[in-house]
């Protein structure tokens, strides 16, 4: 007779368990022999040795745990509202933001172009940019230097200002040189009169005029003299600044010479005039630091007849 499976494996697990009790069933497995066991310990003696571990120093140096370090505060700009936006539906003047400017601080402004631009009004947003230039005499070297690169970047993506050549205002950038002309000075009066056109918005016609000595001084080495001045006799013109023709780079001591005598100018209009401009590259001080309501003003100002000779 044939034994099935089931009963086959279920006799050999009771005869391995039947065996295993039986040698086994006497055995304590639990108890060591022959071994002295420690007391348990609960942690007791760290709490109570502490102290002892760790003696109080009587004679350390004081440390006053009550003046703790102020962080330094960060300045915070209110949100800007619907109002000080202005009309969006308008089409903004040069002179859009100059109230809310006097009135406001350099980050405040900042913080309004910002929003603009969020908005997709970009004119509008230069325009509160050039506000920050022209408009804030308290405004930081930070502040300045974050208006200026949102206008180079800003600047280039619009359309100038004026779309009417028959709006330009003629003005003629002079130099003065006691020695015969040359290319390089040229040149360099050429790139400064395009200059200015640009940055003004088209508002300005420059025309470069190089004037020269008609007698020796017998000075080795004389300066170049700047000034702008109205296209008509009788006109105003800017203060004269003199440059060394001798200058490692002409063109930028140039382009920084009419800087200072525009801004000099610009000054008895007003406008606050730009400390430390020494450390800013000389192209920057006319694409980014003379505003185009500035040039506007300029040229308005020095194409009236004046009174007496400057």
Known sequence: MRVPWPIIFISLIGVILITWFMHTGDMDFMTPEEITLAPEDFGADLA????????????GPKIDLTAQPVDDEVPVVTEITDEELGDLESAPGLDEYRQYALNHSAAKLLALSSTLQARGDFQRALLALERVIDSCPQASS???KQASADIASLSPTLPRWNVDPGGERSLILRFGSWKTTNEELKTAALEIATLIRKNSGDQLKIIPKVEGASTETGVADPSIVIWISGSQNGHSKTG??????DSENLTDALIRGTFLSVRGYLANLGY????????IPAVELLN???TRSMWRDL????TKESKSSN
């Open 48 to 59: 109570v040795g502490a102290p002892v571990m760790q003696p109080k120093i009587k004679n």
């Open 142 to 144: 930070e502040e300045l």
């Open 240 to 245: 004269l600044i003199p440059v060394r023709s």
């Open 272 to 279: 606050p005039f730009l400390r430390g401009s020494e450390s």
């Open 288 to 290: 980014r630091h003379i």
């Open 299 to 302: 040229a308005i100002a020095l």
